[in-house]
Every structure is written in C-alpha cells, then in structure tokens.
Nanobody
Framework: QVQVVESGGGLVQAGGSLRLSCAASGSIFSINAMGWYREAPGQQRELVAVITSGGGTSYADSVKGRFTIGRDNAKNSVYLQMNSLNSEDTAVYYC????????????WGQGTQVTVSS
C-alpha cells in the first residue's frame, strides 16, 4: 500500500520560513500530481499548492509569491518552501498524492502542524 509522510512543521515567528517535505512510498505506480492542503482552526480545508508530474504548478492566491512547491532530490517526494509566514498561515498541512490510473483514490498524509506566532 501507499504511504505518505509529511515532515518539517513546527513553530515559527511571523516573517520566518519553514520547509515542509512529503515522501510517498509503496505501490505508487505512476504519480499524476502531488500537493498540499491546509486546514486552519474554524476554517474550511484549502488547497495551497499542487505540482503535476510534468512540473506544472498552481498556488492559492493567499500564498502566491511566498510559497514554492517543487520536487526534492528523493524519488516521489515534494517540498513546500514557505517564506514570509504570517499568523494566517497557521494550520495543519496535509500532503496528498494523486496516482495515474486510480481516479478518485487520492492518498493523504497524516498532517503536520504549522504554527506562526505574532
């Protein structure tokens, strides 16, 4: 089975940076896209960023110019570089994997907490 594991969350002051990583392993086959959602307290889950197997990227308006999604050197891994963080970025961040040939079977990570103080 496929496993998706996030890492890199933590506590950071406003204006600081964090780098989240997401690694997928197991029966992955071929990946169509990987990306990040976040869920802030009392708010709807929001799509933050996505990257396709071809390298195309898309971002939520609230993070454009501050966040960057890309591939790590490791196989089947992506990162989310978060700069100029503010309190509105406080949320649990979830990585997802969309596999080719498995429509409607998105695999989710367990989530990692990002807390921005001030």
């Amino acid at each position: 089975q496929v496993q998706v594991v996030e890492s890199g969350g933590g506590l950071v002051q406003a204006g600081g940076s964090l780098r989240l990583s997401c690694a997928a392993s197991g029966s992955i086959f071929s990946i169509n896209a990987m990306g990040w959602y976040r869920e802030a307290p009392g708010q709807q889950r929001e799509l933050v960023a996505v990257i396709t197997s071809g390298g195309g990227t898309s971002y939520a308006d609230s993070v454009k110019g501050r966040f960057t999604i890309g591939r790590d050197n490791a196989k089947n891994s992506v990162y989310l570089q978060m700069n100029s963080l503010n309190s509105e970025d406080t949320a649990v961040y979830y990585c997802y994997v969309d596999r080719l040939g498995f429509p409607g079977e998105v695999i989710w990570g367990q989530g990692t907490q990002v807390t921005v103080s001030s």
